[in-house]
């Protein structure tokens, strides 16, 4: 147990370094290719930092632990928004801009309405588990495939005197950073959930449990690092950039590959009121944001709040 706590705190202490040179490196290389900063938080730092939770969901398919791929992407999609943009936003508000109000966020609202509704059959049948099929993981990719395109859209008309900054670092040193920051989250992050797993397990809490809070929380750090670094260096398009992208990639693709790769899986641990969770934090990212594009400390507090509920919530089953 000891041995467990102190690897999951130097885990801790070489992910917040790693997330440094990894935002650096990718502020860097926006700036250096006149690439706004918001697509690379869209691509390369969110699907980076959602590399954890892709791993974690292909094992929990092979092995049958179904309660543990959704809890992984369930859990990290509320905790994404609620409780790490929560706290960045707590550390240091910070300004939207308006085409993550206007396209980013309805897109990310649309997969995780299209994601409801594949995923809730109980809910229209009582006799059945909520399930998730191999056509459903199909229609979850092809989702993506209209973020790719928007994507696409984005750097064809993106007006590059945004971008005219001085990067920190030259190209080869920011994709040398870059590639270094991601591996060292990735597998400090891998450190802490390991640990902290077998502590929670060891005390007797639930796969279920464990799911939506250590493990989600855990593989959700390197958002929480790299969302909080960004901010504070003033890198918002980033910021808010990585925890949008790291949503729709984790319902897209975290969960939609393996389905549509290795076939349906079913839970009985997972209901309406989780899904009401992963709604509801998108409306109220959707709804603060648009208000007057600033994302405030009271408002944080409010997603932290509606947070600590669906925590009591889940210890309480």
């Known amino acids: 147990m000891l041995l467990n706590v102190l690897m999951t705190i130097a885990g801790f202490v070489i992910l917040i370094k790693c997330a440094d040179y990894f935002v650096d490196g990718a502020a860097s290389f926006a700036k250096n290719f006149k690439i706004p900063t918001v697509v690379i938080g869209l691509t390369i730092v969110a699907f980076g930092s959602s590399a954890p939770e892709l791993a974690i969901s292909f094992n929990s398919h092979l092995s049958g632990n179904t309660d543990m791929l959704f809890g992984n992407v369930i859990g990290s999609s509320i905790s994404n928004i609620l409780l790490i943009l929560g706290l960045a936003v707590l550390i240091r508000p910070f ?27 109980n809910l229209f049948d009582n006799s059945i588990p909520n399930t998730l099929t191999r056509s459903d993981g199909i229609v979850l990719i092809l989702f993506f495939t209209i973020f790719v395109y928007y994507l696409i859209a984005i750097l064809k008309n993106s007006d590059n005197s945004t971008e005219n900054q001085e990067p920190k670092y030259k190209t080869l040193v920011s994709i040398i950073l870059m590639i270094l920051g991601l591996a060292g989250i990735i597998w400090s992050s891998d450190l802490i959930v390991n640990n902290a ?11 279920k449990i464990i799911s939506v809070t250590i493990i989600s929380i855990g593989t959700s750090l390197p958002e929480l690092i790299t969302t909080i670094t960004a901010a504070k260096k003033g890198e918002n398009g980033m910021a808010i950039g990585n925890i949008v992208g790291s949503n729709i990639f984790n319902i897209c693709i975290v969960i939609g590959l393996p389905v549509a790769l290795l076939g349906d899986v079913s839970t009985a641990a997972f209901s309406v009121v989780d899904i009401f969770y992963m709604l509801i934090a998108v409306v109220l990212l959707w709804v603060f944001s648009a208000i007057d594009r600033d994302l405030r400390r009271y408002e944080a507090s409010i997603l932290i709040g509606i947070y600590a509920t669906y925590g009591i919530y889940i210890f309480m089953q």
Do not use: R
């Not at 801009?97 to 309405?113: A, H, Y």
């Not at 299209?114 to 809730?120: A, K, P, Q, T, W």
């Not at 797993?197 to 796969?207: H, K, V």
């Open 197 to 207: 797993a077998e502590i929670a397990a060891s005390i007797g809490i639930s796969q």
């Open 95 to 121: 300004k939207i801009n308006g085409d993550v109000i206007k396209k980013e966020i309805p897109i990310l609202l649309l997969v995780t309405l299209g994601f409801s509704v594949l995923f809730l059959d």
